[in-house]
């Protein structure tokens, strides 16, 4: 399946805001409402933080919110501190029935 | 919510592996199930997925004809036994619920996951 396309490396300072895009196409991201993006800290598991492009799962801070215009699907973080810096993966299902993630992007606090 | 995988290891070339994922905390048979797994220093990667009734299974190219997902919902089990291993195949794999029954659309993963190591 083809992968989804996110920058490689976003920074910002603590209390500012960033974006975070993953870009698919009309077979994924575009026609469907399926995106989720995930956080993954070095050296453990992915951690759920959107699904359904703008869902928060209860225990995830309102900073993260999701959004998706058109093929492409962004995360932005608000008030960043530092334990924010991390791994940012997205997913969106597919056309062919499988579920595509991004490169991933590194965040780092300055 | 707890998934805890198990069986992995070191395998040779064309060997085979069953990983185990065991769940607890949640309604078993209402999620959907996946593996995705991360070689190391890259991206996740979607390995395979299954309904909740384990009627219907999904698979990623790169293992289709290699590797079947199943599960046992009397245990609350699922299972992914991996056939003609290649050295690609390596790395972390991880077992997630999904948020629905019918497909794993997003991932939740609640385990450390299991190392699988392809190598002669």
């Known amino acids: 399946q083809s992968a989804l396309t996110q920058p490689a490396s976003v920074s910002g300072s603590p209390g500012q805001s960033i974006t975070i895009s993953c870009t698919g196409t009309?077979?994924?991201?575009?026609?469907?409402?399926?995106v989720s993006w995930y956080q993954q800290h070095p050296g453990e598991a992915p951690k759920l933080i959107i699904f359904d492009v703008s869902d928060r799962p209860s225990e995830v801070s309102n900073r993260f919110v999701g959004s998706k215009s058109g093929n492409t699907a962004s995360l932005t973080i608000s008030g960043l501190l530092a334990e924010d810096e991390a791994d940012y993966y997205c997913?969106?299902?597919?056309?062919?029935?499988?579920?595509?993630f991004g490169g991933g992007t590194k965040l780092t606090v300055l | 919510v707890q998934l805890v995988e198990s069986g992995g290891g070191l395998v040779r070339p064309g060997g085979s592996l069953r990983l185990s994922c065991a769940g607890s905390?949640?309604?078993?048979?209402?999620?959907?199930m996946a593996w995705v797994r991360q070689a190391p220093g890259k991206r996740l990667e979607w390995v395979a997925d299954?309904?909740?009734?384990?009627?219907?299974?999904y698979y990623a190219g790169s293992v289709k004809g290699r590797f079947t997902i199943s599960r046992d919902n009397s245990i609350n089990t699922v299972y992914l036994q991996m056939n003609s291993l290649r050295a690609e195949d390596t790395g972390f794999y991880y077992c997630a619920k999904g948020l629905s029954p019918y497909f794993s659309y997003s991932i939740d993963v609640r385990g450390k996951g299991t190392t699988v190591t392809v190598s002669s």
């Open positions: 905390g949640f309604t078993f048979s209402n999620c959907a």
């Open positions: 009309s077979t994924d991201i575009g026609l469907y409402n399926y």
């Open positions: 299954i309904n909740g009734s384990g009627g219907t299974t």
């Open positions: 997913s969106s299902f597919t056309t062919t029935n499988t579920l595509a």
